[in-house]
């Protein structure tokens, strides 16, 4: 089965705890994408990349890092700086030069 | 800055009946639009999407418009089933820009 997972599904941590949100495929997509969501709002994306070991930052990456070391894999790691890290947090691919974003199921964090 | 937004935060329909959720977009140089569906607890998926230079496309029962004029579009659903209950996100692309709405929760009623 092709696709694009995230793990774990719920995450809970307790503040000033980094924490690293887990993004695989396996539909060779060169590109990938984060994108925090929150009640009322759009997505809002955090960080991206479009091909291995080269990443930009979205619209709102203070607080958060990421790296892409494989093409399969996007790690997304929420540092002690992100002010207000509880959301849901998706992570995306697509095809290069596509506009056709798939989406991951999500992980839920936490931060108390 | 740039914005994408829905008219309507939640959308109630009666089981059978045709729905329509609309998008705002702010940037006339916007060349690409997507509507997305997210069922609860999921990530978005893509439904259908349209290029600036069509009016309109269809499939099966989903069908999108666009009216540049007015910066506008629209998502149809025909005969509206219990399963399209969910949370559509619209998107509009300008180059390699994408943004996405807040989202419009419809609801079908049996």
């Known amino acids: 089965d092709g696709g694009i997972t995230q793990s774990p599904k719920y995450l809970f941590r307790k503040e000033g705890q980094n924490v690293t949100l887990s993004c695989e495929q396996n539909?060779?997509?060169?590109?990938m994408y984060w994108y925090r969501q929150d009640p009322g709002q759009g997505l809002r994306l955090i960080y991206y990349s479009q091909i291995v070991n080269d990443f930009q930052k979205g619209d709102i990456a203070e607080g958060y890092s990421v790296s892409r070391e494989k093409k399969e894999s996007f790690p997304l790691t929420v540092t002690s700086a992100q002010k207000n890290p509880t959301a849901f947090y998706l992570c995306?691919?697509?095809?290069?030069?596509?506009?056709?974003?798939?989406f991951g199921p999500g992980t839920r964090l936490t931060v108390t | 800055g740039e914005s994408v937004g829905l008219h309507l935060p939640t959308l109630s329909v009666q089981e059978g009946d045709n729905s329509i959720i609309n998008c705002a977009y702010s940037?006339?140089?916007?060349?690409?639009f997507i509507w997305y569906k997210q069922e609860s607890g999921k990530g978005p998926q893509f439904i259908i999407d349209i290029r600036s230079n069509v009016g309109e496309k269809k499939d099966q029962r989903i069908a999108v418009t666009l009216n540049k004029t007015a910066k506008h579009f629209s998502l149809h659903i025909t005969e509206t089933q219990p399963e399209d209950s969910a949370v559509y996100f619209c998107?509009?692309?300008?180059?390699?820009?994408?943004?996405f709405g807040a989202g419009t929760r419809l609801t079908v009623k049996p």
């Open positions: 539909l060779n997509h060169d590109a």
């Open positions: 998107a509009a692309t300008t180059g390699n820009d994408m943004r």
């Open positions: 940037n006339s140089a916007s060349d690409y």
């Open positions: 995306a691919s697509s095809t290069q030069g596509s506009y056709e974003q798939y």
